[in-house]
């Protein structure tokens, strides 16, 4: 997990500050702990954080790819969000094609997949 960390949240926070618009503008502090917020809620086994290592570990990589987007991009205007879809989240995770990863939430508990809202 810190390695997926170490190599995306960097790159994330850069593409926001010098290519998007935050309606309200927020601090680089401000948007990694609300990834790490959204992070620690969903490692949980009561949200279905359980299973085999393996299991385990795609699902914190599920889990890191949603926090990441809220984390990072929640403050973005809704056309920078599909920029920031396109150009850092679909690069470095593995999210459903079809829409945005704005439009899919995990199922942790049940399926183990994304879906639509």
Known sequence: MWATFNATVDVGLEYIRERFKEPLVTTDLQQVTSLCNLLEYFIDEER??????????????SFFAFSYAWGLGGSLEQIDKEKFDTMVIREQFKIPQ????????????????????
């Open 48 to 61: 279905g954080f359980k299973g085999k290592p393996e299991e385990k570990k795609q699902l914190i990589n």
């Open 98 to 117: 079809g829409a945005t990863t704005y439009d899919y939430w995990f199922d942790g508990k049940k399926d183990k997949v994304f879906k639509t809202w």
